[in-house]
């Protein structure tokens, strides 16, 4: 299996590539977009109308989903830039360790049905989540400052551990579900 | 058809027609239909009870809805149905926890959606069942406004799944209904609330009904409905308080949990006392078991005591989706109050203490669900409400990979209609066909998610390994209802597919109920066909004339010829009695318009995004 592309996100909500967002901005504009171009406002046109209408707003709905979430968003940038994430991107064999022992603990307190680890499991990996994220704004502003390169290897970096930190973070939902 | 398989864009989204159209709430317990009547929104009653017993009995010749069927139900258990929405899209496997309890005879079709015996030997689909009951709605409504209906709008609970939300779009088509759209019960609640109240901010919306639970959380911004994250459970309503009633009464009373005629007289008397709890904080409970009577006082505390569990389980629900929104209980505008499990004080108390917030329920919430499709059908028929709602697709839609690990497409609480696409290739050389199982769910692994289907693409260009390129799209329509489409990407076919759906039925399945249903079939189909057809051109007629002459200098020279013919060509074929020859004109005229169309939404966008007039961009781009 091969990346998902996707079409431009930010050009389907007319906004300029950038990772710093206005998150109301964004939210104003996607809310007026549907507004206009919304199926149900053209349930009664004719069928190539009503489908064009139905085409655009997922254009505009699939480019929200993105780009609210500033991971998604980031990842966007990335690829806008020619910085590809593949399939089997290798991390540090620390960090590796470092899940795979995180899985084990999660593994053991699911098992015995201890909510109360499972939840501070889930805290303490929230808070890198948290971290992580936190720590793409100020890389982005640092965009053009003649080291691009290292930049982007750095924001890349992050993203692939981002993965492994919301698969983890799924895991324990789920445990906290049951 | 569990899947719809289709070329990519080559679906339509449906028309509405103009004049009546209603809203209906097709509920585990009960049923209504509304419409909206001088701008207000009102419960249509046939001239008997707005509210109708979503009960079916088929002890005679004919199917019996709502009230009397309740009464023949006493008599013949198990030819009477109740609670059929709780297998709509569901297997015996699925529904084995309230299997044992219902007096039907449940049938395993092969693993696919379960079905129901009766003594006239008779096996019908669950979507029969609803499709009964939705036909008496239809037929009270007929009655109200006095002729055939344009079109409906039925609503599903909003955390109803592929299979679910299939199983009822089916059931509207089994009942001659034109299914405008599916709609989430707690959606179309918070319409009916945000419309009346002009409210602005953000709401949860707690619905616990009959059967199902439901929690969304909207906001309301001038007249936008966003949903911005929904949870539940589609198996926990008020059916499930009043048998953990009984539970506890019977073993009191030391009787086997297993006595299935026992546990139904029991649950009888154990709603009967529940629902006397919401008015009295003392009741009593009394039922014959085995020709001996079991009498209890139950008081309030007693039943919360026994719904706490229960409760919990909504709360939970809660806080996923408050978590799933970004919102704190502390930052909600409010918390509103649906089905009508929550005129019980105890859920009440519950919703308080879990929101910190007085709930609100100016509305009956028995008729609000009804009363918001209502405005929502209204609006499809090109009403006076300016409003848009956005809902959200409840659970992760994704496909199986290698080792039984499921990679998600689209990610819960997605607005709809939306999509994603994946890209495939061969691992073996000269590799002709897939096999693809989709799933719905958030966990990793396909044991722990729900299967919706398995399809084969077949007709793929024999290549060496890794050089063939298969698109797999995903697109959710506006009812919440997945489509998927596949296509090479180095030679271009769109490959075929085989589907295989999990528990909905197949379109043939579906044509094969219909025809059952009429009593003259043929002519009875090709009449009503010709009938749909017939409107549906003059329609687009209309809508096209006007278009061109509003639009008139976004219409190109030799798309205003080819428009104009297959306008002809499809006034000739409105004129004759062959249905299909209408819609092969119909299509042909949407083919043909489709770049105006384009012209015509690329202006709209542009001048959304400009926040201008359409009138102010077209002056800038020089027209």
């Known amino acids: ?178 | 058809m569990l899947l719809q398989i289709s070329e990519p864009g080559a679906s339509t989204p449906k028309a509405a027609c103009r004049e009546r159209v209603v809203g209906i709430d097709l509920g585990t317990t009960n049923s209504l239909v509304a419409t909206v009547l001088d701008a207000q929104p009102t419960v249509l009653t046939g001239g008997a009870d707005a509210i109708v017993p979503s009960v079916v009995s088929y002890d005679g010749a004919e199917a019996v809805v709502g009230r009397a069927a309740v009464a023949r139900g006493e008599a013949n258990p198990v030819d009477t149905v109740a609670s059929v929405k709780r297998l709509m899209g569901r297997s015996l496997a699925d529904v084995a926890a309230v299997a044992p309890l219902l007096p039907n005879q449940l049938i395993d079709d092969a693993g696919r959606m379960v079905k129901l015996r009766f003594s006239d030997g008779r096996e019908r689909s669950p979507v029969q069942v609803s499709a009964a009951i939705l036909d008496e709605l239809r037929r009270r409504a007929e009655a109200d406004l006095g002729g055939p209906l344009g079109g409906a709008v039925i609503t599903v609970p909003a955390y109803f799944d592929d299979a679910q939300r299939q199983a009822t779009r089916d059931a509207g088509r089994l009942a001659g209904l034109e299914v405008l759209r599916l709609l989430a019960e707690p959606t179309a609640a918070a319409l009916a609330y945000g419309l009346d109240r002009g409210t602005r901010g953000t709401y949860a919306i707690y619905d616990l009904g009959g059967g199902t639970f439901d929690i969304s959380i909207l906001t309301l911004v001038d007249g936008v409905f966003e949903v911005r994250s929904t949870g539940g459970d589609s198996a926990l309503g008020g059916d499930d308080l009043d048998r953990a009633i009984a539970q506890v009464v019977l073993a009191e009373a030391g009787v086997a949990a297993d006595d299935r005629a026992a546990v139904r007289a029991v649950v009888g008397a154990a709603r009967a006392a529940k629902e006397a709890l919401t008015d009295a904080a003392t009741t009593a409970l009394a039922a014959t078991v085995g020709g001996r009577t079991i009498t209890r006082t139950l008081t309030r505390d007693e039943l919360a005591a026994i719904a706490g569990p229960l409760l919990d389980r909504t709360g939970k629900a809660c806080r996923r989706a408050w978590k799933d929104a970004g919102f704190t209980p502390e930052e909600l505008d409010g918390v509103v109050l649906v089905g009508g499990s929550t005129r019980s004080p105890v859920v009440r108390d519950y919703v308080r203490a879990l929101f910190g917030k007085e709930p609100l329920c100016e509305l009956d919430p028995e008729q609000v669900v009804a009363l918001g499709a209502a405005v929502q059908a209204d609006v499809l028929a090109g009403g006076q409400h300016d409003v848009v709602l956005l809902d959200v697709v409840p659970l992760s839609l994704g496909l199986e990979t290698m080792g039984g690990v499921v990679e998600k497409l689209i990610v819960r609480n997605s607005t709809i209609p939306c999509g994603a696409t994946q890209t495939f290739t061969t691992y073996a050389d000269n590799q002709t066909g897939f096999d693809l199982h989709v799933l719905q769910g958030e966990r990793e692994t396909v044991e722990a998610c729900r299967s919706l289907a398995r399809f084969t693409l077949r007709g793929v260009p024999p290549m060496i390994a890794g050089a063939a390129r298969v698109e797999i799209g995903f697109q959710v329509d506006a009812d919440g209802i997945l489509h998927v489409a596949a296509r090479e990407l180095t030679s271009g076919v769109s490959a075929a597919i085989d589907v295989t759906p999990s528990y909905g039925l197949t379109d043939e399945e579906v044509e094969r109920m219909l025809i059952e249903s009429f009593e003259h079939a043929e002519d009875d189909l090709v009449a009503r066909n010709l009938r749909t057809e017939r409107v549906e051109a003059e329609r687009i007629l209309a809508a096209t004339r006007a278009a061109m002459i509003t639009d008139v200098h976004l219409l190109e020279a030799d798309v205003a010829v080819a428009t104009e013919a297959a306008i002809a060509t499809l006034e000739a074929a409105r004129a004759g009695d062959d249905y299909l020859a209408i819609r092969a004109a119909v299509e042909g005229l949407d083919r043909a318009s489709k770049p105006f169309a384009e012209r015509r939404m690329n202006l709209a966008i542009a001048a959304a995004m400009a926040g201008k007039s359409v009138a102010t961009v077209e002056a800038e781009l020089g027209r």
């Not at chain 1, 507004?35 to 707003?57: K, Q, W, Y």
């Not at chain 1, 780009?67 to 940038?77: D, G, M, T």
């Not at chain 1, 100020?138 to 930049?151: M, S, V």
């Open chain 1, 1 to 178: 299996m091969t990346a998902t592309h996707l079409p431009d996100p930010f050009g389907a909500l007319g906004l300029e590539p950038r990772y710093d967002v206005d998150p109301r901005a964004l939210e104003d504009r996607f809310r007026q977009l549907s507004r206009e171009v919304h199926p149900d406002r053209f349930a009664g046109a004719p069928a190539s109308e009503r489908a064009a209408a139905l085409s655009r707003t997922r254009a505009i709905n699939d480019a929200y989903q993105v780009l609210k979430r500033p991971q998604r968003r980031a990842e966007v940038l990335l690829a806008q830039a020619g910085v590809a994430i593949g399939d089997r991107e290798v991390l540090e064999p620390a960090f590796l360790m470092e899940i795979l022992e995180l899985r084990e603990e999660l593994a053991t307190a699911r098992v015995a049905g201890d909510q109360a680890a499972v939840g501070r499991l889930a805290a303490v990996m929230r808070a890198r989540q948290r971290a992580l994220i936190d720590g793409l704004a100020p890389r982005f502003a640092a965009l053009g400052g003649g080291d691009d390169a290292a930049i982007l290897a750095a924001v890349k970096h992050d993203l692939i551990t981002l993965r492994y930190v919301d698969r983890y973070l799924d895991e324990c939902d789920a445990a906290l579900d049951e």
